[in-house]
């Protein structure tokens, strides 16, 4: 029982991670109907630059801020300057972008920072604390929460509450008539890239600590696992992703746990087929049936 | 409004040729025609969604040299054919969108007061355009479950929550029962002097009932154009469209 309280605590401080990644996925398959498959390699491009601003200055804080601004300053970069030349003929031609962009982001830090794993810092402890004998979640496991918890209120404030919000989805449903109404699509377009990334630079930060550490490949199984949560979630839900993501983090533990961690990647992959068989459209597809 | 000379070329096919054409302030100015006149090329160009090969268009005697996001400032809204609501965003919110607040995106993403202001007034306003339109009950809705008529008062009140001053109703006729398109014409009436209309429309019936004038395009140009009576009494709009109606 205390290994299940444990487990469950752990995969859902990982799977909040999830959560946030296959968010800016669903924010950007909404905004672009592109699956970003460069969002790893971006968001461990935004984490270097925290490596880099926090070994010069000693503060983390320092660091998360220019992840952030690092990271959406990419996403603006990556829409503007590759993706909105990018053919819309076939949706193959983005993939193959994004692709691209993985491998010249990945090789570029390579360059810079060299292969090696470098160990990175956390502003609170991972030391689990003691609830009733048993060890359930450390001060770093709450900030996660915390983070992620942030990011998905003011992300579902903004889409429910502002104007912003407003012009960016109908800019998404119809960018022709949304222009016709006086919305700035391109614009839209361009913040959904940098709220996206932003939200991935900042799942980049919180979870490559409790990883190996920073490596120009170390987001590459969190894309896939968070990509598979958002699936899960049916891709253009963004309730749907963060609940996927909880659930997927979820299974990976117990199945890390009891089966053993090399089974895990396995699992996820199992979970992505499992959904695809049995609902295509993902768990939270009601959304979309109402869209048609 | 007015336009001169405009043409459009699509390739080898001439879409529109020396169309010219002058909506006076507060009237309404019908624009009909069989099928493939290029009624809608004619607002596709007024909209900026097409360039025009040839010609000018001048706005409140400005040079007109639209884009289509840049429209509803110059106090310019339209509607589609069809409904054209947005799938994903309720009949409210629907309406809200095309009131674009001018909320700044920080203060936005901050709620700071200033924003959350503008966003009540926003969604005030867009409330009172559907209860106006005696479909408040529907503001929950998505456009999926909305009955169509209902659809297309939620895309009118759309287009005139900004407050146009120029409105280009594309077939908004179109599929409506006669009970309805009466409804219809009783509004455009209370447009009427505050706000031009140019209506693109194939029901004559309203098209004769409503506008003030009304030009008549085939193949792409102005084959007559005169009071709505003069129109109905022209030979040459019988032979090219009334004839062929009939």
């Given at each position: 029982m205390?290994?299940?309280?444990?487990?469950?605590?752990?995969?859902?401080?990982?799977?909040?991670?999830?959560?946030?990644?296959?968010?800016?996925?669903?924010?950007?398959?909404?905004?672009?109907?592109?699956?970003?498959?460069?969002?790893?390699?971006?968001?461990?491009?935004?984490?270097?630059?925290?490596?880099?601003?926090?070994?010069?200055?000693?503060?983390?804080?320092?660091?998360?801020?220019?992840?952030?601004?690092?990271?959406?300053?990419?996403?603006?970069l990556?829409?503007?300057?590759?993706?909105?030349?990018?053919?819309?003929?076939?949706?193959?031609?983005?993939?193959?972008?994004?692709?691209?962009?993985?491998?010249?982001?990945q090789?570029?830090?390579?360059?810079?920072?060299?292969?090696?794993?470098?160990?990175?810092?956390?502003?609170?402890?991972?030391?689990?604390?003691?609830?009733?004998?048993?060890?359930?979640?450390?001060?770093y496991?709450?900030?996660?929460?915390?983070?992620?918890?942030?990011?998905?209120?003011?992300?579902?404030?903004?889409?429910?509450?502002?104007?912003?919000?407003?012009?960016?989805?109908?800019?998404?449903?119809?960018?022709?008539?949304s222009?016709?109404?006086?919305?700035?699509?391109?614009?839209?377009?361009?913040?959904?890239?940098?709220?996206?990334?932003?939200?991935?630079?900042?799942?980049?930060?919180?979870?490559?600590?409790?990883?190996?550490?920073?490596?120009?490949?170390?987001?590459?199984?969190?894309?896939?696992?968070?990509?598979?949560?958002?699936?899960?979630?049916?891709?253009?839900?963004?309730?749907?992703?963060?609940?996927?993501?909880?659930?997927?983090?979820?299974?990976?533990?117990?199945?890390?746990?009891?089966?053993?961690?090399?089974?895990t990647?396995?699992?996820?992959?199992?979970?992505?087929?499992?959904?695809?068989?049995a609902?295509?459209?993902?768990?939270?597809?009601?959304?979309k049936?109402?869209?048609? | 409004m007015?336009?001169?000379?405009?043409?459009?070329?699509?390739?080898g096919?001439?879409?529109?040729?020396?169309?010219t054409?002058?909506?006076?302030?507060?009237?309404?100015?019908?624009?009909?025609?069989?099928?493939g006149?290029?009624?809608?090329?004619?607002?596709?160009?007024?909209?900026?969604?097409?360039?025009?090969?040839?010609?000018?268009?001048?706005?409140?005697?400005?040079?007109?040299?639209?884009?289509?996001?840049?429209?509803?400032?110059?106090?310019?809204?339209?509607?589609?054919?069809?409904?054209?609501?947005?799938?994903?965003?309720t009949?409210?919110?629907?309406?809200?969108?095309?009131?674009?607040g001018?909320?700044?995106?920080?203060?936005?993403?901050?709620?700071?007061?200033?924003?959350?202001?503008?966003?009540?007034?926003?969604?005030?306003?867009?409330?009172?355009?559907?209860?106006?339109?005696?479909?408040?009950?529907?503001?929950?809705?998505?456009?999926?479950?909305?009955?169509?008529?209902?659809?297309?008062?939620?895309?009118?009140?759309r287009?005139?929550?900004?407050?146009?001053?120029?409105?280009?109703?594309?077939?908004?006729?179109?599929?409506?029962?006669?009970?309805?398109?009466?409804?219809?014409?009783?509004?455009?009436?209370?447009?009427?002097?505050?706000?031009?209309?140019?209506?693109?429309?194939?029901h004559?019936?309203?098209?004769?009932?409503?506008?003030?004038?009304?030009?008549?395009?085939?193949?792409?140009?102005?084959?007559?154009?005169?009071?709505?009576?003069?129109i109905?009494?022209?030979?040459?709009?019988?032979?090219?469209?009334?004839?062929?109606?009939?």
């Amino acid at each position: 029982m205390e290994r299940f309280a444990f487990l469950t605590f752990d995969g859902l401080a990982n799977g909040a991670v999830y959560s946030a990644f296959a968010l800016a996925l669903v924010l950007i398959w909404r905004a672009a109907r592109i699956v970003n498959f460069a969002q790893g390699a971006m968001a461990v491009a935004a984490a270097y630059a925290a490596y880099a601003v926090t070994s010069a200055t000693g503060s983390y804080w320092l660091g998360f801020a220019a992840a952030l601004a690092g990271g959406m300053a990419l996403g603006v970069l990556v829409e503007r300057g590759v993706m909105r030349f990018t053919s819309h003929s076939a949706p193959l031609n983005q993939v193959i972008v994004a692709l691209g962009l993985v491998l010249t982001i990945q090789a570029g830090l390579g360059m810079l920072y060299g292969n090696e794993f470098r160990p990175v810092g956390t502003p609170f402890s991972r030391d689990a604390i003691d609830v009733g004998g048993v060890p359930l979640l450390s001060q770093y496991d709450v900030f996660v929460f915390a983070a992620v918890l942030t990011i998905v209120l003011l992300l579902a404030l903004l889409f429910t509450k502002t104007s912003t919000g407003l012009r960016m989805r109908a800019a998404a449903f119809a960018p022709e008539v949304s222009r016709l109404l006086g919305v700035n699509v391109g614009g839209m377009l361009t913040l959904g890239w940098a709220l996206a990334a932003g939200a991935g630079a900042v799942a980049a930060m919180l979870v490559i600590p409790t990883e190996l550490g920073l490596h120009p490949h170390a987001m590459d199984l969190v894309f896939v696992t968070s990509f598979t949560a958002a699936v899960i979630g049916g891709l253009d839900s963004p309730p749907g992703a963060v609940v996927g993501g909880l659930l997927l983090g979820l299974v990976l533990s117990y199945v890390s746990g009891y089966l053993g961690s090399s089974v895990t990647p396995i699992a996820a992959f199992a979970a992505l087929l499992a959904v695809l068989l049995a609902r295509p459209q993902g768990l939270f597809a009601a959304s979309k049936a109402r869209q048609a | 409004m007015e336009l001169h000379g405009i043409g459009v070329r699509f390739g080898g096919l001439v879409a529109l040729e020396d169309v010219t054409l002058t909506a006076t302030r507060g009237h309404v100015l019908g624009i009909i025609g069989p099928n493939g006149a290029g009624k809608t090329t004619l607002f596709n160009v007024l909209c900026g969604l097409i360039a025009p090969s040839s010609g000018s268009m001048t706005l409140d005697g400005k040079p007109l040299k639209p884009k289509p996001h840049q429209l509803t400032r110059l106090g310019v809204a339209r509607t589609l054919q069809g409904v054209g609501l947005f799938p994903g965003m309720t009949a409210l919110e629907n309406v809200m969108a095309g009131a674009t607040g001018s909320a700044g995106f920080l203060s936005a993403l901050l709620g700071l007061p200033s924003s959350a202001r503008s966003e009540r007034v926003l969604r005030e306003s867009a409330r009172a355009r559907l209860d106006e339109f005696g479909i408040a009950a529907y503001e929950k809705a998505y456009p999926a479950t909305l009955p169509y008529a209902v659809g297309k008062k939620v895309a009118l009140a759309r287009a005139l929550v900004t407050r146009p001053r120029y409105l280009l109703l594309d077939e908004p006729a179109g599929g409506l029962s006669e009970e309805e398109i009466a409804e219809l014409a009783t509004l455009i009436r209370t447009l009427r002097g505050t706000c031009t209309v140019l209506l693109v429309e194939h029901h004559m019936d309203l098209v004769m009932e409503v506008c003030d004038e009304v030009t008549v395009l085939d193949f792409g140009r102005v084959i007559a154009s005169g009071a709505p009576q003069e129109i109905r009494d022209n030979p040459a709009v019988a032979d090219a469209y009334l004839g062929v109606a009939a």
